[in-house]
Protein backbone atom coordinates (compact mmCIF):
# COMPACT_ATOMS: atom_id res chain seq x y z
CA UNK A 1 0.00 0.00 0.00
CA UNK A 2 1.62 3.46 -0.91
CA UNK A 3 1.73 5.78 2.11
CA UNK A 4 -0.08 9.22 2.26
CA UNK A 5 1.84 11.60 2.22
CA UNK A 6 0.60 15.28 4.50
CA UNK A 7 1.53 18.55 4.03
CA UNK A 8 1.63 20.69 6.67
CA UNK A 9 2.08 24.85 6.86
CA UNK A 10 2.56 26.47 9.30
CA UNK A 11 2.68 30.35 9.75
CA UNK A 12 3.30 32.87 12.57
CA UNK A 13 1.37 36.21 12.75
CA UNK A 14 2.52 38.33 15.58
CA UNK A 15 0.31 40.74 17.42
CA UNK A 16 1.14 42.78 20.27
CA UNK A 17 -1.52 43.71 23.26
CA UNK A 18 0.05 46.17 26.13
CA UNK A 19 -1.65 46.41 29.54
CA UNK A 20 -1.47 50.14 30.67
CA UNK A 21 -0.64 51.76 34.00
CA UNK A 22 -1.27 54.92 34.17
CA UNK A 23 0.30 57.00 36.89
CA UNK A 24 -1.63 59.86 38.26
CA UNK A 25 -0.74 63.33 39.85
CA UNK A 26 -3.26 63.97 42.54
CA UNK A 27 -2.19 67.38 43.72
CA UNK A 28 -5.11 68.21 46.33
CA UNK A 29 -4.41 64.56 48.17
CA UNK A 30 -0.43 64.92 47.88
CA UNK A 31 -0.05 61.80 45.83
CA UNK A 32 0.93 59.84 42.94
CA UNK A 33 -1.41 57.13 42.63
CA UNK A 34 -0.72 53.76 39.68
CA UNK A 35 -3.82 52.65 38.39
CA UNK A 36 -4.76 49.38 35.94
CA UNK A 37 -6.94 51.24 33.17
CA UNK A 38 -7.88 47.55 32.49
CA UNK A 39 -9.66 47.37 36.04
CA UNK A 40 -9.38 50.92 37.22
CA UNK A 41 -8.02 49.55 40.43
CA UNK A 42 -5.37 51.25 42.07
CA UNK A 43 -1.69 49.41 42.26
CA UNK A 44 0.29 51.63 44.42
CA UNK A 45 0.14 54.88 45.53
CA UNK A 46 3.22 57.63 46.16
CA UNK A 47 2.32 59.71 49.96
CA UNK A 48 5.79 61.30 51.29
CA UNK A 49 4.63 63.90 53.63
CA UNK A 50 6.80 67.01 53.93
CA UNK A 51 7.98 66.20 50.75
CA UNK A 52 5.42 65.39 48.20
CA UNK A 53 2.87 68.55 47.87
CA UNK A 54 0.96 69.46 45.66
CA UNK A 55 2.48 67.19 42.78
CA UNK A 56 2.26 67.76 39.28
CA UNK A 57 4.66 66.66 35.98
CA UNK A 58 5.81 63.47 36.28
CA UNK A 59 8.57 61.43 34.09
CA UNK A 60 9.38 57.80 33.85
CA UNK A 61 12.54 56.09 33.29
CA UNK A 62 13.24 54.30 29.94
CA UNK A 63 13.13 51.43 32.21
CA UNK A 64 10.33 52.21 34.48
CA UNK A 65 11.49 51.56 37.54
CA UNK A 66 11.89 55.19 38.55
CA UNK A 67 9.95 58.33 38.57
CA UNK A 68 10.05 61.84 38.69
CA UNK A 69 7.71 63.99 40.21
CA UNK A 70 7.54 67.75 40.39
CA UNK A 71 6.19 68.96 44.18
CA UNK A 72 5.51 72.64 43.76
CA UNK A 73 4.34 72.98 47.58
CA UNK A 74 7.70 71.93 48.98
CA UNK A 75 11.55 72.71 49.18
CA UNK A 76 12.45 70.43 46.13
CA UNK A 77 11.50 70.80 42.28
CA UNK A 78 11.30 67.74 41.90
CA UNK A 79 11.44 63.86 43.85
CA UNK A 80 12.19 60.48 42.94
CA UNK A 81 10.90 57.71 43.79
CA UNK A 82 11.59 53.81 43.33
CA UNK A 83 8.42 52.30 41.56
CA UNK A 84 8.58 49.11 43.13
CA UNK A 85 8.49 50.26 46.45
CA UNK A 86 7.23 53.67 46.56
CA UNK A 87 10.05 55.09 48.28
CA UNK A 88 11.98 58.43 47.89
CA UNK A 89 15.59 58.21 45.66
CA UNK A 90 16.69 61.77 46.29
CA UNK A 91 15.07 65.13 44.87
CA UNK A 92 16.37 68.23 43.09
CA UNK A 93 16.06 71.60 46.23
CA UNK A 94 14.48 74.32 44.61
CA UNK A 95 16.14 77.31 43.77
CA UNK A 96 14.42 81.00 42.33
CA UNK A 97 14.00 79.67 38.90
CA UNK A 98 12.61 76.09 39.63
CA UNK A 99 10.07 77.32 42.01
CA UNK A 100 6.38 76.47 41.20
CA UNK A 101 7.63 73.63 39.40
CA UNK A 102 4.99 72.14 36.67
CA UNK A 103 5.47 69.68 33.91
CA UNK A 104 8.74 67.17 33.90
CA UNK A 105 10.72 65.07 31.15
CA UNK A 106 13.59 63.19 31.19
CA UNK A 107 16.25 62.22 28.69
CA UNK A 108 16.34 58.35 27.03
CA UNK A 109 19.42 57.75 29.17
CA UNK A 110 18.25 59.81 32.73
CA UNK A 111 20.82 61.98 32.77
CA UNK A 112 19.06 65.20 32.49
CA UNK A 113 15.84 66.01 33.56
CA UNK A 114 14.15 69.20 32.27
CA UNK A 115 11.56 71.22 34.71
CA UNK A 116 8.72 73.54 33.17
CA UNK A 117 8.16 76.66 36.40
CA UNK A 118 5.25 79.03 36.00
CA UNK A 119 8.21 81.87 36.91
CA UNK A 120 8.55 81.45 33.12
CA UNK A 121 11.74 79.35 32.96
CA UNK A 122 12.47 76.09 31.67
CA UNK A 123 15.51 74.46 33.55
CA UNK A 124 17.62 71.43 33.78
CA UNK A 125 19.23 69.13 36.70
CA UNK A 126 21.88 67.38 35.26
CA UNK A 127 22.12 64.70 37.53
CA UNK A 128 25.85 63.36 36.20
CA UNK A 129 27.33 66.87 37.09
CA UNK A 130 25.32 67.68 39.97
CA UNK A 131 23.90 71.15 38.42
CA UNK A 132 20.51 72.83 38.12
CA UNK A 133 20.73 75.48 35.43
CA UNK A 134 17.90 77.60 33.59
CA UNK A 135 18.21 77.18 29.52
CA UNK A 136 15.13 78.63 28.40
CA UNK A 137 13.29 82.31 29.73
CA UNK A 138 10.34 84.09 28.65
CA UNK A 139 7.86 81.84 28.59
CA UNK A 140 3.92 82.49 30.06
CA UNK A 141 2.96 80.27 32.56
CA UNK A 142 4.61 77.14 31.01
CA UNK A 143 3.18 73.76 31.72
CA UNK A 144 3.31 70.66 29.98
CA UNK A 145 7.02 69.88 28.36
CA UNK A 146 8.11 66.60 25.95
CA UNK A 147 11.88 66.44 24.15
CA UNK A 148 11.85 66.63 20.75
CA UNK A 149 13.29 63.07 19.62
CA UNK A 150 16.44 64.05 18.91
CA UNK A 151 16.71 65.75 22.03
CA UNK A 152 17.88 69.40 20.97
CA UNK A 153 14.24 71.19 21.07
CA UNK A 154 11.41 71.00 24.07
CA UNK A 155 7.85 71.34 23.09
CA UNK A 156 6.38 73.60 25.57
CA UNK A 157 2.40 74.18 26.59
CA UNK A 158 2.67 77.81 26.80
CA UNK A 159 -0.51 78.19 28.63
CA UNK A 160 -0.21 81.80 29.14
CA UNK A 161 0.24 82.48 25.29
CA UNK A 162 -2.85 79.83 23.84
CA UNK A 163 0.02 78.00 22.27
CA UNK A 164 2.35 75.09 22.04
CA UNK A 165 5.74 76.50 21.28
CA UNK A 166 9.17 74.31 20.43
CA UNK A 167 12.07 76.06 21.65
CA UNK A 168 16.29 74.96 20.68
CA UNK A 169 18.02 74.08 23.95
CA UNK A 170 21.04 75.26 22.55
CA UNK A 171 20.21 78.91 22.47
CA UNK A 172 16.61 79.08 23.38
CA UNK A 173 15.05 80.43 20.44
CA UNK A 174 11.59 79.73 19.16
CA UNK A 175 11.27 77.19 16.33
CA UNK A 176 7.71 76.93 15.85
CA UNK A 177 4.85 77.79 17.51
CA UNK A 178 1.37 76.18 17.33
CA UNK A 179 -1.49 77.84 18.45
CA UNK A 180 -4.48 77.50 20.55
CA UNK A 181 -6.88 80.42 19.92
CA UNK A 182 -9.09 81.41 23.26
CA UNK A 183 -7.47 78.01 25.20
CA UNK A 184 -5.17 77.57 27.66
CA UNK A 185 -2.86 74.81 27.04
CA UNK A 186 -1.39 72.31 29.57
CA UNK A 187 0.24 69.14 28.00
CA UNK A 188 1.53 68.03 25.24
CA UNK A 189 1.52 64.21 23.42
CA UNK A 190 2.96 62.53 20.43
CA UNK A 191 2.47 59.37 18.60
CA UNK A 192 5.68 57.14 18.65
CA UNK A 193 6.30 57.64 15.16
CA UNK A 194 5.82 61.55 16.44
CA UNK A 195 3.86 62.51 13.65
CA UNK A 196 0.45 63.79 15.58
CA UNK A 197 0.84 66.09 18.64
CA UNK A 198 -1.55 66.21 21.30
CA UNK A 199 -2.67 68.77 23.21
CA UNK A 200 -4.98 69.30 25.92
CA UNK A 201 -6.86 73.10 27.08
CA UNK A 202 -9.16 74.22 29.77
CA UNK A 203 -12.39 75.29 29.10
CA UNK A 204 -13.88 78.68 30.23
CA UNK A 205 -15.03 77.69 33.64
CA UNK A 206 -16.16 81.20 33.92
CA UNK A 207 -19.59 80.95 31.58
CA UNK A 208 -19.22 78.04 29.87
CA UNK A 209 -18.51 79.75 25.92
CA UNK A 210 -15.36 77.68 25.46
CA UNK A 211 -15.52 73.69 26.20
CA UNK A 212 -12.24 71.99 27.11
CA UNK A 213 -10.85 70.17 24.33
CA UNK A 214 -7.70 68.06 22.98
CA UNK A 215 -6.36 69.71 19.96
CA UNK A 216 -4.21 67.31 17.58
CA UNK A 217 -1.50 69.06 15.06
CA UNK A 218 0.60 67.44 12.58
CA UNK A 219 4.28 67.88 13.10
CA UNK A 220 5.79 67.99 10.35
CA UNK A 221 3.54 71.11 9.06
CA UNK A 222 1.63 72.66 11.91
CA UNK A 223 -1.37 72.18 10.71
CA UNK A 224 -4.55 71.74 13.02
CA UNK A 225 -5.83 68.27 12.01
CA UNK A 226 -8.85 67.62 14.74
CA UNK A 227 -10.53 69.44 17.59
CA UNK A 228 -12.03 67.06 19.88
CA UNK A 229 -14.54 68.48 22.41
CA UNK A 230 -18.04 67.33 24.27
CA UNK A 231 -20.57 69.31 25.96
CA UNK A 232 -21.03 66.18 27.86
CA UNK A 233 -17.17 66.15 29.32
CA UNK A 234 -17.13 70.01 30.07
CA UNK A 235 -14.17 70.63 32.50
CA UNK A 236 -10.27 71.45 32.60
CA UNK A 237 -7.93 69.40 30.68
CA UNK A 238 -4.65 68.75 32.08
CA UNK A 239 -2.57 65.71 31.67
CA UNK A 240 -2.09 63.46 29.22
CA UNK A 241 -0.87 60.09 28.50
CA UNK A 242 -1.57 57.92 25.17
CA UNK A 243 -1.82 54.34 25.47
CA UNK A 244 0.55 51.86 24.16
CA UNK A 245 -1.49 50.74 21.36
CA UNK A 246 -2.04 54.20 20.65
CA UNK A 247 -5.76 53.61 20.62
CA UNK A 248 -6.54 55.38 23.60
CA UNK A 249 -5.96 58.87 24.87
CA UNK A 250 -5.75 59.17 28.32
CA UNK A 251 -6.85 63.12 30.21
CA UNK A 252 -7.37 63.88 33.40
CA UNK A 253 -9.42 66.31 34.04
CA UNK A 254 -8.70 68.64 36.77
CA UNK A 255 -11.60 70.76 37.56
CA UNK A 256 -13.97 67.49 38.03
CA UNK A 257 -11.57 64.82 39.57
CA UNK A 258 -11.64 62.44 37.30
CA UNK A 259 -9.59 60.48 34.47
CA UNK A 260 -11.04 60.53 30.71
CA UNK A 261 -10.38 58.33 27.47
CA UNK A 262 -10.28 59.39 24.08
CA UNK A 263 -10.74 57.14 21.37
CA UNK A 264 -8.02 58.53 18.88
CA UNK A 265 -9.88 56.96 15.85
CA UNK A 266 -13.02 58.28 16.60
CA UNK A 267 -12.12 61.80 18.83
CA UNK A 268 -15.39 60.54 21.08
CA UNK A 269 -14.72 60.57 24.80
CA UNK A 270 -15.62 58.54 27.63
CA UNK A 271 -14.96 58.62 31.77
CA UNK A 272 -12.39 56.22 32.75
CA UNK A 273 -12.21 56.82 36.26
CA UNK A 274 -13.40 58.74 39.15
CA UNK A 275 -13.47 59.67 42.99
CA UNK A 276 -12.70 61.72 45.87
CA UNK A 277 -8.79 60.41 46.06
CA UNK A 278 -8.25 61.90 42.63
CA UNK A 279 -9.05 65.06 43.66
CA UNK A 280 -7.76 67.30 41.64
CA UNK A 281 -5.43 65.25 39.14
CA UNK A 282 -2.97 67.26 37.24
CA UNK A 283 -0.11 65.16 34.88
CA UNK A 284 0.18 61.54 33.83
CA UNK A 285 2.60 58.99 32.62
CA UNK A 286 2.06 55.92 31.25
CA UNK A 287 3.22 52.45 31.56
CA UNK A 288 2.13 50.31 28.87
CA UNK A 289 3.62 46.56 29.51
CA UNK A 290 3.85 44.45 26.02
CA UNK A 291 2.10 41.26 25.95
CA UNK A 292 3.29 39.86 22.76
CA UNK A 293 1.00 36.58 21.53
CA UNK A 294 1.08 35.02 18.07
CA UNK A 295 -1.34 32.96 16.63
CA UNK A 296 0.06 30.01 15.02
CA UNK A 297 -1.89 28.44 12.32
CA UNK A 298 -1.71 24.97 11.10
CA UNK A 299 -2.97 24.32 7.56
CA UNK A 300 -2.88 20.81 6.18
CA UNK A 301 -3.95 19.94 2.54
CA UNK A 302 -5.42 23.46 1.88
CA UNK A 303 -7.66 23.05 5.59
CA UNK A 304 -6.91 24.61 8.60
CA UNK A 305 -6.51 22.17 11.59
CA UNK A 306 -6.08 24.36 14.45
CA UNK A 307 -4.93 27.43 15.66
CA UNK A 308 -2.80 28.09 18.69
CA UNK A 309 -2.01 31.11 21.02
CA UNK A 310 1.88 31.84 21.74
CA UNK A 311 3.69 34.13 23.19
CA UNK A 312 7.78 34.59 22.49
CA UNK A 313 7.25 33.88 18.79
CA UNK A 314 9.93 36.20 17.03
CA UNK A 315 9.26 35.60 13.54
CA UNK A 316 7.45 37.46 11.33
CA UNK A 317 4.38 37.63 8.97
CA UNK A 318 5.65 37.12 5.44
Excluded at 227 to 248: C, I, M, Q, V
Excluded at 268 to 281: I, K, M
Amino acid sequence: MRPILFFAFISACPTTAFSDFLFVSSADNATVFQIDTSSGNVVSSIVDPGFLVQPRGLALNSSHTQIHVASPGSNFASLRYDIATSQRIDGVVNTGVTSVSRGLDLTADGTKLYIASTTGAISVRDFTQGTTNTVIRGLSNPLGIQLSSDEASIFVANSGANSVVERSLSDGATLRTFDSPNRLTADVEFTRDRSLMYVSTFGDSGNGAILPAILTFDVLTGQLVSTWSDPSFNGDYYGLALSGDENRLFVSDFANSRILQFDTGTGLASELLTGANLSSPTFLAIHAVPEPSSLLLVTLLGSTLAFYRTRHLSRSCL
